[in-house]
């Protein structure tokens, strides 16, 4: 009898999703739930089934139970006025759930500790939902917020990551080799030594777009509440807490450096 813990990975099917899915199913202790809107969707991999769903608690719960899952993975990447409903339910299945007592929402972000409310829809969406998540705290659900800046997938040529990319989002293209410097300049961004051809937006530039957020939103504005974020430094994770959380909940894991990441890549053949 399979004796694998089930993951559910509401929103699995997408970018994030496929990475998570496929780290997890390698590893024998794990069988994985996907839960979609999609009513046709047919899992690519093993060790996985597929549920469709609505998110409404009554739905989500009834999931849960179904498949005795022990931890929810919110991957869900929606617009602002879905997130908190979707992740609300999410929440509420488990806690009525007698099984699912761990859950991480769709966070995967930046600094929440000094910036919360950057990206500057998170206020309206995952800001609110923290709140929820602290409320929970007389029961026993478990729950984590996962935040580390950028993806480092954005470095690579389109076709050898999942992540989809959305044209100005990510400052560097390195199909183009060419870099948007955001900002005055001064603001610490680190990438390669590589010399980029370089385009600017001064921050002038990104209080203007950012000043018709509100008014005007459109996916111009969805560019520069990215901006803004990148130039305030919220992107990036305190060197100090990273370290101590690094220790604390990542011990026993090596973690390669650039150099053994490149020589990897080049010995599996990915260069
Ligand atoms: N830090 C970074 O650099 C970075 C970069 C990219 C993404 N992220 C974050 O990572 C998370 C996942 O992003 P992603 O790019 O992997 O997302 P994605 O592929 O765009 O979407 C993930 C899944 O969300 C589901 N979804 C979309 N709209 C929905 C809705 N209205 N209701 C319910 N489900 C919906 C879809 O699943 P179905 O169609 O199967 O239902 C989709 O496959 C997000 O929180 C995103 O903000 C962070």
Known sequence: MDKSEVIVLAGGTGDLGRYLHEELI????????????????????????????????????????ETSATALISLIRCDGNEYLPIHTALVKACLQSETCKRF???????????????????????????????ATAPSDLKWTLVNFGWFMEYFLPEEKSYMKRI????????MAW?????????????????????????????????????????????????????????????????????EK??????FLTIAEMLRKAEVDGHL
């Not at 950057?118 to 609110?128: F, I, K």
């Not at 939103?217 to 305190?238: F, H, K, N, R, Y």
């Open 26 to 65: 390698k590893d024998g202790s794990y069988t994985v739930a996907l839960l979609t809107r999609k009513t046709d969707y047919s899992p690519s991999l093993p060790r996985t089934t597929v549920h469709q769903t609505e998110y409404t608690e009554s739905s989500v719960l009834s999931i849960l139970d």
């Open 104 to 134: 991480i929402p769709s966070e995967w972000a930046g600094n929440i500790e000094t910036f919360p409310h950057l990206l500057r829809s998170y206020a309206h969406t995952r800001a609110p939902l923290r709140d929820i998540l602290k």
């Open 167 to 174: 044209p100005g989002e990510f400052p560097v293209d390195p």
């Open 178 to 246: 060419t870099y948007t410097v955001r900002g005055t300049g001064d603001e610490p961004q680190g990438w390669t030594y590589r010399p980029f051809k370089r385009s600017y937006r001064s921050l002038e530039d990104i209080a203007a777009s950012m000043a018709e957020y509100d008014t005007n939103p459109g996916p111009q504005s969805d560019i520069a509440e990215l901006e803004e974020w990148t130039v305030t430094g919220a992107t990036a994770c305190p060197k100090d807490t990273t370290l101590r959380q690094r």
């Open 249 to 254: 909940y990542f011990s026993g894991i090596r």
